[in-house]
């Protein structure tokens, strides 16, 4: 039997620092500086997440939030750029603007008109470009996100194009520039808009969420509409979606031409983003193969006489494979079973019955692979940013 008295009491720890002992998932593979630091919190609406920074608000996801495909909205992590976050008496009155140089006219919607619109509805990963950033070797600076910067929902809305189109895209059009309603403290800090190129814009997975796991959005996961951009890493998934400006130009500024790039052909890219490339970088675009255990977690007791070994795969949409786990430090490695999948954006649960192990320490790893024969790399794909992180996670268990 697995011990989870480790996980009780939890909710006695918010707001204390927190250190190896009261929080077993942050994997030692951290910088002690962010061991030392973070902390769980509880802000309205969730339940106790780890808090990487306060201001702006970056609140990591405990590991073991992924023992099912879809992770519910008070445990969804939350990242943002800017310390000017709305309340909800600034949304109060929310409408989503579009236009444009590349729109035949201009048109809002509020909530009432997205919700007549024909109505989509997809299960997709939201993960941060940087999530494992703070595991990464060598070390980054930047959040130093361990293993929660993501969540998976089923998103509800109306698709992007069918928005686009209310506006009408003139032949010109090449990138969708996305803004919302958060906003710089001081002038100095460029305000967060992203764009899309105008193919990803039109696919019909690019939705216009208004609804989260059949609930309206967290505020503070972009409440009232944000986009969903499956496949790719969330800093393409505007919050609180307010304007969208159909462009006949690429977009200029820093969150796009200077933050969230790759070096050039560094990772595999499906639908390339190429009015941002340039000769040296790209802007980052879809997924990783990547895998995770969340059970047992990092430090628990083990019993010998065995114990079932669970956690998600996902990738940018190809669909999962096969994930196979290593109960011995990566010599030996078994198939795991995989549980149905929820689409091929979603988490895919798996499970592997280990049976029994010898008393002592097991070092766990798991490593997936996708459909298109992509798997989890040994070493990190250096980059300057830490994306990109998907190397074997490891772990850690006692058998008793
Ligand atoms: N308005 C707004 N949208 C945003 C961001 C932001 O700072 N402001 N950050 C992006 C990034 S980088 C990420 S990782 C995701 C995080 O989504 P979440 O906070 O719902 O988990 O939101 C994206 N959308
Ligand atoms: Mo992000």
């Known amino acids: 039997m697995l011990r989870r008295d480790v996980l009780v009491g939890v909710g006695a720890l918010v707001g204390h620092k927190a250190s190896a002992a009261t929080m077993p998932w942050l994997s030692p593979d951290l910088p002690d500086g962010t061991r030392t630091e973070a902390h769980l919190v509880q802000v309205p609406g969730k339940q106790p997440l780890i808090q990487l920074s306060d201001r702006p608000p970056n609140l990591e996801t405990p590991v073991q939030a992924f023992r099912t495909a879809i992770t519910p909205n008070d445990q969804f992590f939350v990242r943002y750029h800017l310390a000017g976050i709305p309340d909800a008496k600034k949304l109060d009155g929310w409408k989503l603007e579009i236009g444009g140089d590349a729109a035949e006219r201009s048109v809002a919607f509020g909530m009432q008109q ?182 047992p977690i990092a430090g628990e007791q083990v019993d010998r006489s065995g114990f079932t070994i669970r956690g998600v795969a996902w990738d940018r949409g190809n669909g999962i494979a096969r994930v196979d786990v290593s109960l011995d430090g990566g010599n030996s490695w078994q198939g795991a079973l995989l549980d149905r999948e929820l689409g091929r954006f979603a988490f895919r649960t798996f499970r592997l019955a280990t049976g029994p192990l010898p008393r002592g320490t097991a070092e766990l790893r798991v490593r997936a692979t996708s459909d298109s024969k992509e798997t989890q790399p040994d070493a990190w794909k250096v980059n300057p940013a830490g994306y990109h992180n998907n190397v074997p996670q490891r772990l850690t268990v006692t058998v008793v």
Not at 125 to 154: D, F, I, K
Not at 216 to 223: A, D, K, M, R
């Open 114 to 295: 997205l919700n007549d619109l024909p109505q989509t509805e997809i299960i997709a990963v939201c993960q941060c470009s940087g999530n494992r950033r703070g595991l990464c070797q060598p070390h980054v600076p930047g959040v130093e996100w361990g293993y929660g910067a993501m969540g998976c929902a089923t998103w509800h809305g109306p698709m992007l194009r069918d928005v686009l189109k209310s506006a009408g895209i003139k032949p010109e059009a090449v990138e969708i520039w996305l803004n919302g309603v958060d906003e710089p403290v001081l002038a100095a800090t460029p305000a967060f808009h992203k764009s899309l190129p105008l193919a990803r814009a039109l696919a019909d997975e690019t939705i216009v969420a208004t609804s989260m796991n059949g609930a309206p959005l967290p505020l503070l996961n972009g409440f009232p509409a944000r986009l969903i951009v499956p496949g790719w890493t969330s800093t393409y998934w505007m919050k609180h979606l307010s304007n969208i400006t159909i462009s006949s130009k690429p977009i200029d500024n820093f969150w796009m031409t200077k933050a969230y790039r790759v070096p050039a052909g560094m990772f595999p890219v499906a639908d390339p983003f190429t009015t941002q490339n340039n000769a040296q970088t790209w802007p980052i675009t879809g997924m990783v193969v990547n895998s995770l255990i969340a059970s």
